[in-house]
């Protein structure tokens, strides 16, 4: 029932269903909430402004005498729509064949092509010929930052990438050129497109005009698997898509969420991302020999280990672990310092340049590069500047550390040096036994972001070689030990964690959904106090 405008809701009906909404709602958003997705391109939920520029989402509504465009029209009380009316369909039909009479029809070399809304609508209005018989306009294609290109005669003239500059980023680098069917986008004169966070356009581009040049030819929507992701770039943790192929991240994309991210990431952590899986890896457990490392299958290095434990007892000694391991990782890590004796827990932070975008205060790239600098907090770590020496007696354990700057003889001296890690640097070739372990996007796990925030992220590339997931191995070397039972799942290893840790009290991996949420009480006040 209408409330006369006195309420915060309002009540319509979009073709045959009646719908509440808040006040204000456009009727594009409206039609979503009944399941009806109405086309659209200039349109984007993320980018304030609505131009109504594209005129794809025209719908009749009863009483008024033409077709209104549904990204700029108010829902209000009693508003009958039909979003697929006769009308609204033939107009609909119209704009696409506008809109295909000068376009290339280059799908099959397109990079967005399985991903094209210009594609998708014209397949649905049946739009299969052109009553133009004169010859296409070519535009050709330029380069509108470094890193990006632009493909005119592929353009709708959407002007999202525009608004996104102008709107979210505040910066008016982006300018529509010309006038009607010369339009084009561009740079502003004596403008260059250097934002940090430019690399959005893309992703808000309907169609194929906007595409990184590193991303062209390399892969089609089909060839692709998807995979639902945290940014590790920094303590944001940005939520991103991870697109895949012969296992080799090919494309990142932020993925919505509004505590965190939004609609958008910054480029270093689109670039960070890409080339996460890179170089040369460690692939094979090794386990020391006299003087040298020998290779040896899981089973034999689990073992070995786990009697050279036995052997020492509990001698003390320090960790060096990395703010870019899971809390999963650092959990079992904390466990297995615990039998060691080991109370000194450091890790350090690569450093760099801050970005922010004005429009959205939680996203901004922070000084830390990486992503767990929160969790590591929780699990005892403190932050240090350099490297130790890695002198005295007692065991010396580090997790996914580079040890840049360690000397020749780093560990030398301790009663045992245990390495885990994904690459295996100068400095690990002292150790006593060196554990291969997967990278962030080779295994399911989670991150604690700056504010505290729990945020799954899974797995999207086979690890090379015999690599496995830092909690898998620890928690079958503790198992070994007899300390509790080896485990084969994330969600097993998660409730293990968050059983033991106050900061994660209450949480279980499946309510943690694709949103995370917050720790608890002290320990995500601490947690932020520790990514700020």
Known sequence: MADNGTGATITLTIDGVEVTVPRGTRVIEAAERVGVVV????????????????????????????LEPSCTLQATDDMVVHTASDTAQEARQAVIEFLLVNHPLDCPICDAAG?????????????LESRVDEPKRVMGRDRVADDILYFA??????????????????????????RGDKAYIDTFPGRELDNPFRGNIVDVCPVGALVHEDFVFKARAWDMDATASVCPGCPTGCNVTIDTKENQIVRV???????????????????????TNRGVRAEMPLIRDGDALRPADWATAISWLAERIEAIGSPGGRAIVSPTASNENLFYLGRLLARLGVEDSEFRVRQGETAALPTVPKLKLRADRAANVAGAGIFGARRTEGIPDGAGSGALVVLDDELEGAGEDFGASAELFLYLGTRLPAAARNADAVLPTATFAEMDGTFTNYEGRVQRFHQALTPPGS?????????????????????????????????????FGGLTWDGLGLKGAPAAGPAAAAAAEAGA
Not at 39 to 64: D, F, K
Not at 257 to 271: F, I, T
């Open 153 to 178: 005669d592929r353009c709708v003239i959407c002007t999202r990438c525009v608004r996104f500059m102008r709107d979210v980023a505040e910066d008016d680098a982006l300018i529509v050129a010309q």
């Open 253 to 275: 994309k932020p993925r919505h969420n509004a505590e965190v991210n939004s609609w958008w990431m910054c480029d270093y952590g689109r670039r960070h991302l890409v080339m």
């Open 39 to 66: 086309p659209r391109y200039c349109y984007h939920p993320g980018i304030p402004t609505r131009p109504a520029q594209c005129r794809m989402c025209l719908v009749e509504v009863e009483g008024r005498p033409k």
């Open 115 to 127: 991903q094209c809304m210009l594609q998708d609508y014209a397949y649905v209005t049946n739009q």
């Open 467 to 503: 690599a496995r997931p830092g909690w898998m191995i620890l928690s079958r070397v503790l198992a070994r030990l007899g300390e509790g039972t080896a485990v084969s799942d994330i969600a097993a290893a998660f409730e293990r964690m968050a059983a033991d840790t106050p900061a």
